[in-house]
Nanobody, 121 residues
Framework: QVQLVESGGGLVQAGGSLRLSCAPD????????MGWYRQAPGKQRELVAS???????NYADSVKGRFTISRDNAKITVYLQMNNLQPEDTAVYYCNADLRPRGWDPASNYWGQGTQVTVSS
C-alpha cells in the first residue's frame, strides 16, 4: 500500500516555528484533498487543517492565524507551517490524503505514521 511520510516534527520553545511536510512514498496517479490531524495523549484525533486540490483551505479555530497549510502539486507534497507554537499544540501530527495510487484504482484515504511536535513553555 501507499504510505504517507511526514517529517519536520521536533522540540521547540513556545513562540517558535516548525514546518511539517508530507508526501507519498512512491509515485501515484493523483491526489485530491490533503490535511493534517493531531492527537495528544488521552484526547481524540482532531483536524488541524485541510486543503483541496484547488487550494481551498480550512483550519481549526485553535490554530487560525498561526498555522498555514499549503501544497505543491508538482511534488505531490503538503506542508504545514506552524508559527507561534504553544504548549497546547503538543501532539503527534498525522498527514491524511485522498489519493488514487493508479488511474484504475478508486480514490482512497491514507494516513501517515505521525510526527511528534513538542512545545515547551
Amino acid at each position: 500500500q501507499v504510505q504517507l511520510v511526514e517529517s519536520g516534527g521536533g522540540l521547540v520553545q513556545a513562540g517558535g516555528s516548525l514546518r511539517l511536510s508530507c508526501a507519498p512514498d512512491r509515485i501515484i496517479f493523483s491526489i485530491n484533498a490533503m490535511g493534517w490531524y493531531r492527537q495528544a495523549p488521552g484526547k481524540q484525533r482532531e483536524l488541524v487543517a485541510s486543503i483541496t486540490k484547488d487550494s481551498s483551505t480550512n483550519y481549526a479555530d485553535s490554530v487560525k492565524g498561526r498555522f498555514t497549510i499549503s501544497r505543491d502539486n508538482a511534488k505531490i507534497t503538503v506542508y504545514l507551517q506552524m508559527n507561534n507554537l504553544q504548549p497546547e499544540d503538543t501532539a503527534v501530527y498525522y498527514c491524511n490524503a485522498d489519493l488514487r495510487p493508479r488511474g484504475w484504482d478508486p480514490a482512497s484515504n491514507y494516513w501517515g505514521q505521525g510526527t511528534q511536535v513538542t512545545v515547551s513553555s
